[in-house]
């Protein structure tokens, strides 16, 4: 089976280790491994640049440049050979070979070798609006087709997994449609039938149902913590208070179980905001009885999507001013952005990719037209496949569930064992 990999949407740490499993359990399995450098964006380019401007095609497997099985690097001679990194049309070029305007890749064994402890995605990522329209996803369709492809990795959060599932259940449209223009032979298309599509969660958010677990949460998670631990110092100096944003969208994974690992005094999260007095008084009181048993410090820590219970996002610079003016604390804020998702990736996410890694080639290779496309996920320490549409219903069930501010829902949906 020919089978590409791409990563989609934010990064996270531990998508290489993603695209480094995936690889190589694909080559262990007799598996042609491909990546998709640049998300779905290129899948939507395809090898049509570099074709059109060198009039050749894209070095395949039967031109001899590649040799079967374990292949000599392809992508890390350019990485680590002089020094640039994978970039869109910079025209590297090395060992004889391009990427300039190849953004679908035949890989081998080497290529991938140690990225494990590499931070964010070396395939790169997008935002890619053009696979948004339908004539995106066709010449996404073409380019697949045009290099044999028959199956395909995504690792991203649930818009890239919707992304995914939209593009299996267009696909027979999509080949009929290439058909009658003839831009792709019968054989072509009765070859290319069915796509197969298995998902894997990369998100620093842990935002996705079905899953304890998706794949660089632990890592920003343990940035979070670092970043609490030397802020904790300085705050104690100074007996200041802190208000620290930090992201997620709108789960509050990262935020609450930061302020647990790191002694917060205060956690605003979206799927639980404040009720019963006004969240200003109901915070101050807290922080206050925390000062007067002799708290030297104050950590509050607001998640990027919180809100009040009338769904008024919270922001920290007003928690900072309701510090100061109600309690004179003198407070900072700190915003910890991209520092969360950057960076090597801890253990738990070396770890768990690799699993996933390993259980999305199997399910590949095990799917038939009949079964649903999988995501990956890993629930009670158990690497699982659930159907991947269900999954991402449920992820858009918990946003409307707050959207309604049915909050006891949100939080049932996230965890079914959640009671108050
Ligand atoms: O979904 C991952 C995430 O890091 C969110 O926590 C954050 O809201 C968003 O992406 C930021 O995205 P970017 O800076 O890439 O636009």
Known sequence: MK??????????????????????????????????REGYEGLVRGNTEYRQATGMDAPTPNDGSIPDGPTPNILSSLRFGDGKLLKDGTGDYLGGRTLKGRYIVRVGWDDVRGWFAEGGTLIGTARSKAFRTPEGRLAAAHNLIREGIEA???????????????????????????????????AQAEAHAHLKIVGLVGSIDNDMSMTDMTIGAPTALHRICEAIDNINSTAFSHSRAFVLEVMGRHCGWLA??????????????????PKGMPWEDEMCAAIQHHRDIGKRKTIVIVAEGAIDIDLNPIKAEYV?????????LDTRVTTLGHTQRGGRPCAWDRILPTLQGVEAIAALLESTPQTPSYMIGIQENKITRVPLMEAVEMTMAVAQAVSD??????????????SE
């Open 3 to 36: 089978i590409a990999i791409l990563t989609s949407g934010g990064d996270s740490a531990g998508m290489n280790a993603v695209v480094r499993s995936v690889v190589k359990t694909g080559i262990l399995k007799g598996c042609e491994m491909w990546v998709v």
């Open 256 to 273: 609450l179980l930061a302020g647990v690992a790191g002694g917060a005094d205060f956690i605003f999260i979206p799927e639980q905001p």
């Open 320 to 328: 900072k001013d309701v510090l100061s003016d109600r309690l004179g």
């Open 152 to 186: 395909l990795v995504v690792c991203g959060g649930d818009g890239s997994l919707t992304g995914a599932d939209v593009f299996r259940a267009e696909w027979p449209k999509l080949v009929a449609e290439l058909r009658s223009q003839s831009i792709i032979t019968d």
């Open 405 to 418: 501010k049915d909050f006891e829902k949100a939080m049932s949906l996230r965890d079914p064992e959640f």
